[in-house]
T-cell receptor
Framework: GENVEQHPSTLSVQEGDSAVIKCTYS??????FPWYKQELGKRPQLIID?????GEKKDQRIAVTLNKTAKHFSLHITETQPEDSAVYFC?????????FGQGTELSVKP | EPEVTQTPSHQVTQMGQEVILRCVPISNHLYFYWYRQILGQKVEFLVSFYNNEISEKSEIFDDQFSVERPDGSNFTLKIRSTKLEDSAMYFC??????????????FGPGTRLTVL
């Protein structure tokens, strides 16, 4: 069935370091891959997304890469700041619905 | 900037009772979704809705669940007879029509449902 695996489940970095979160998806028909940031008790907020016809996208300190052949996509955050601390979810869109990964709790230590 | 809104923010109910969760999607959006998130777990798809009918539903969305767009602005999720395991945060989301399939979904703030 449709599934998205996300790793790691927790990630702790020092302020200024980079953080990388990886996801794999099972359904090759997936065509849209958003990343959401969720702070405690809040709604998921879209931070970046990538469509299946693009291999890489960057927005300031955040970048996402997509390898359709391997069915992998990754989130890269550079120069991390304490306010980046949150749970990050990847997702794959199949016919509109989003299938989410299990989440990565990122902790940025000052 | 327009946002998806949801009411109530927190609903407490007794097992077996019916609950209705309400959402107001962004006004020019035509695709609507319900997701749920059990505490500490991932967000799970429940149902998608377009053109006044269900487009797709997950295994979670059984006969106890229903959705409705009773007027031009509201989108509701009804759980007919709540179970303890229905306790979760329920998120409504909407997306714009022109990018169907490439849909940036905007999430509401959620309704925390607690079933006692």
């Amino acid at each position: 069935g449709e599934n998205v695996e996300q790793h790691p489940s927790t990630l702790s970095v020092q302020e200024g370091d980079s953080a990388v979160i990886k996801c794999t998806y099972s359904d090759s028909a997936s065509n849209y891959f958003p990343w959401y940031k969720q702070e405690l008790g809040k709604r998921p907020q879209l931070i970046i997304d990538i469509r299946s016809n693009v291999g890489e996208k960057k927005d300031q300190r955040i970048a996402v890469t997509l390898n359709k052949t391997a069915k992998h996509f990754s989130l890269h955050i550079t120069e991390t700041q304490p306010e980046d601390s949150a749970v990050y979810f990847c997702a794959a869109s199949i016919g509109g619905k989003l299938i989410f990964g299990q989440g990565t709790e990122l902790s940025v230590k000052p | 900037e327009p946002e998806v809104t949801q009411t109530p923010s927190h609903q407490v109910t007794q097992m077996g009772q019916e609950v209705i969760l309400r959402c107001v999607p962004i006004s020019n959006h035509l695709y609507f979704y319900w997701y749920r998130q059990i505490l500490g777990q991932k967000v799970e798809f429940l149902v998608s809705f377009y053109n006044n009918e269900i487009s797709e539903k997950s295994e979670i969305f059984d006969d106890q669940f229903s959705v409705e767009r009773p007027d031009g602005s509201n989108f509701t999720l009804k759980i007919r007879s709540t179970k303890l395991e229905d306790s979760a945060m329920y998120f409504c989301a909407s997306s714009a029509p022109e990018l169907a399939g490439y849909n940036e979904q905007f999430f509401g703030p959620g309704t925390r449902l607690t079933v006692l």
